[in-house]
T-cell receptor, first 109, second 111 residues
Framework: DAKTTQPPSMDCAEGRAANLPCNHSTISGNEYVYWYRQIHSQGPQYIIHGLKNNETNEMASLIITEDRKSSTLILPHATLRDTAVYYCIVGGSQGNLIFGKGTKLSVKP | EAQVTQNPRYLITVTGKKLTVTCSQNMNHEYMSWYRQDPGLGLRQIYYSMNVEVTDKGDVPEGYKVSRKEKRNFPLILESPSPNQTSLYFC??????????FGDGTRLSIL
């Protein structure tokens, strides 16, 4: 079973920030938090990952709580092309990732 | 360009006719894996490989075989395909804690 809990769906207005939450209360000390997204039936696309500290890249920001039991992916200015299913995954250093059902984000004009 | 290449992208075949879906990566990654994706069930891991000649079962290995004779290739073999293996398949590769790169997918239909 997936080790994460995400809302099944969310809406966001175009140009606004999209904040996608994820609970991972059983995360262990050496496990990373990864975020991927899947647009329609394309291959999942890596967005960002982190261990303890908040991370930012050209696509998004990742905020991890101090106890590491939850995180939030932030898309600062959502566009229609950000409509996708977003997966939050926890995993170790060996790459074995278990995908859950993710959050279907709909960005609306 | 770093990529994971799957072939074929689409295949329609019949029950019992052996088939192989190839997966190749050009990033010298140690780790490779296969997933299947079905409506309502998300991505489920079939097999994975930590390195050459090292493979292990994922969550749904029944009816599948894999091999890892070379670092870059990780073929998925269906010895006797059945209709319940109709699905969308993805291959992925990674190295250490770095994120996985996914292929574009292979849509298999088994009649």
């Amino acid at each position: 079973d997936a080790k994460t809990t995400q809302p099944p769906s969310m809406d966001c207005a175009e140009g606004r920030a999209a904040n996608l939450p994820c609970n991972h209360s059983t995360i262990s000390g050496n496990e990373y938090v990864y975020w991927y997204r899947q647009i329609h039936s394309q291959g999942p696309q890596y967005i960002i990952h982190g261990l303890k500290n908040n991370e930012t890249n050209e696509m998004a920001s990742l905020i991890i709580t101090e106890d590491r039991k939850s995180s939030t992916l932030i898309l600062p200015h959502a566009t229609l092309r950000d409509t996708a299913v977003y997966y939050c995954i926890v995993g170790g250093s060996q790459g074995n990732l278990i995908f859950g059902k993710g959050t279907k984000l709909s960005v609306k004009p | 360009e770093a990529q994971v290449t799957q072939n074929p992208r689409y295949l329609i075949t019949v029950t019992g006719k052996k088939l192989t879906v190839t997966c190749s990566q050009n990033m010298n990654h140690e780790y490779m894996s296969w997933y299947r994706q079905d409506p309502g069930l998300g991505l489920r891991q079939i097999y994975y490989s930590m390195n050459v000649e090292v493979t292990d079962k994922g969550d749904v290995p029944e009816g599948y075989k894999v091999s890892r004779k070379e670092k870059r290739n990780f073929p998925l073999i269906l010895e006797s395909p059945s209709p319940n293996q109709t699905s969308l398949y993805f291959c992925a590769s990674s190295s250490g804690a770095r994120p996985q790169h996914f292929g574009d997918g292979t849509r298999l239909s088994i009649l």
